[in-house]
């Protein structure tokens, strides 16, 4: 998967009103309909601010490569599925802002999911929306040293629910049409 500062650079290259994780947050909501989401739903989430087209289209490139890649991790039965996040190298502070602007993101993309069957998100699935919500209104302090292994766990709880409501989805069958898209 293109990395987070690769991503970030080619957003921050457009002038673009998200980050680089939120844009990811977003496009794992979209992919949770199970459907390929459409190219102006995700350019509009960008909010390019800049006229000079050829940014523009290498921006818009790197979001079509990760969607094939995060769509690719999503069906793959290895359960390789990542959250586009900072590296461990990257200060704890910056890596939390980063984890509530993905979960921002992927509530956003989740919202705009106009197929999303209510009833196919059990009590646990909506218990995992209400703490990604508040995840997403995360912030940080001073960093301890406990914070590192709980950054670690609240990213794994966040992947794995991701992970779980695809495959409730997938269950439910709302995806037959769109397996191969590539």
């Known amino acids: 998967m293109s990395g987070h500062r690769d991503f970030e650079a080619a957003l921050s290259t457009a002038s673009a009103a998200v980050g680089a994780a939120e844009c990811h947050g977003f496009l794992c909501g979209q992919l949770c309909s199970l459907q390929i989401p459409a190219e102006e739903l995700w350019q509009e989430f960008l909010d390019l601010r800049t006229a000079d087209e050829a940014r523009i289209e290498g921006c818009h490139e790197h979001v079509r490569h990760l969607l094939r890649e995060t769509r690719r991790q999503l069906a793959s039965e290895e359960f390789d599925f990542q959250l586009l996040l900072p590296d461990d190298d990257v200060d704890i502070p ?29 009590d646990e699935l909506q218990e995992w929306l209400r703490d990604v919500e508040m995840i997403g209104r995360a912030g940080a302090g001073e960093p301890d040293a406990d914070d590192e292994v709980a950054l670690m766990q609240v990213t794994e709880h966040v992947r794995a629910g991701v992970m779980l409501i695809r495959e ?10 769109q397996e191969n898209w590539q």
């Open 94 to 122: 910056e890596r939390v802002q980063a984890l509530a602007g993905w979960c921002r993101g992927f509530l956003s993309g989740l919202g705009l999911v106009e197929d999303l069957p209510a009833r196919v998100l059990g």
């Open 168 to 177: 409730e989805l997938r269950a439910y069958g709302i995806d037959e049409e």
